[in-house]
């Protein structure tokens, strides 16, 4: 039997896919070569001055908790949605087959890309992320949901790196904060009462890693305390099986990047208006 998986595995050893499955998240250092990863920054660099938006980034009470209230006005995030809809490179990015061939040792036989998106936090007042979980912003059925951090700058804890809350990916879909206290729509984020961000693991990763994780983690990062912008871009890959019910890019069909998209009874092709 643990022949027989190992014979199926791509890239992944049995190791890291019970670390992954243990734990629910994955450090895949140096997965993008020096050149790989020196095209996606140039190309990056470049959506950003001409595609991406610069915001003060996430709502909610969550702020005034996590930031001074003249920092909270000072800060903000850059962002950008599919990237691989804007430049070459981030098509081959988002098909890279070590990267889709490790996906599909966690969650395949089959894999279908979801979608990207960019958080840079800019020098010093860049954005930290309150405890959420990715689920909360795009709902499917099952946790058979992966999603990947690309590293464009080294991280550690001063310029904002991953954290996570070892193992909650175990407890599945939580009810998330989606109103302020006037009622009026947030972010969604957990309560600040109940989640705390110092009971996380800091994940600091090189240039050119990717730090994977399941879309039931818990997960925050801190602010940009340093003189340089950080720059994270976020994959999302699904099984094709594991259906979307609300949230981000609901009802879109992605890119299959590993195997094939099984037929359901009955199930109708695509439109061609989609
Ligand atoms: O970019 C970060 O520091 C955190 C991003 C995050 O929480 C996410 O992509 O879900």
Redesign the pocket.
């Known amino acids: 039997m643990a022949e027989a998986a190992l014979a199926q595995r791509n890239v992944l050893t049995e190791q890291q896919v019970d670390f992954y499955d243990q734990h629910g998240y994955l450090h895949l250092p140096g997965l993008f070569s020096t050149d790989e990863i020196a095209r996606m920054a140039n190309e990056l660099d470049w959506q950003i001055d001409t595609w991406a938006g610069k915001s003060p980034g996430w709502s909610g009470p969550w702020r005034r908790v996590y930031m001074a209230a003249e920092v909270e006005r000072r800060s903000k995030l850059i962002a950008l949605h599919d990237l691989h809809r804007y430049s070459k490179a981030w098509c081959d990015a988002v098909t890279h087959p070590v990267l889709t061939g490790a996906i599909a040792d966690l969650i395949g036989p089959n894999v279908e890309l979801h979608h990207t998106?960019l958080?840079a936090?800019p020098p010093e007042t860049g954005h930290?992320?309150p405890m959420?979980q990715?689920w909360a912003?795009y709902q499917h059925a099952n946790g058979r949901y992966v999603?990947c951090?690309v590293h464009l700058d080294d991280t550690d804890d001063s310029n904002?790196?991953?954290r996570f809350l070892d193992g909650s990916h175990r407890g599945g879909a939580r009810q998330h904060v989606v109103r302020n206290p006037d009622g009026s729509p947030c972010t969604p984020h957990l309560p600040t009462d109940d989640w705390n961000l110092e009971d996380t693991v800091p994940v600091p990763a090189k240039r050119g890693d990717v730090v994977a994780f399941s879309i039931h983690m818990i997960?925050?990062?801190r602010i940009n305390t340093t003189d340089a912008v950080?720059r994270?871009v976020?994959v999302g890959y699904r099984d094709p099986e594991n259906p979307q019910t609300a949230g981000q890019s609901h009802g879109r069909p992605g890119l299959m990047v590993w195997g094939r998209r099984p037929r359901t009874d009955g199930q109708p092709v695509f439109g061609t208006n989609v």
Request: charged share 25%; hydrophobic share 25%; with cysteine.
């Open positions: 998106t958080h936090k930290p992320f959420h990715d912003f999603d951090l904002g790196c991953i997960h925050g990062s950080r994270i976020r």
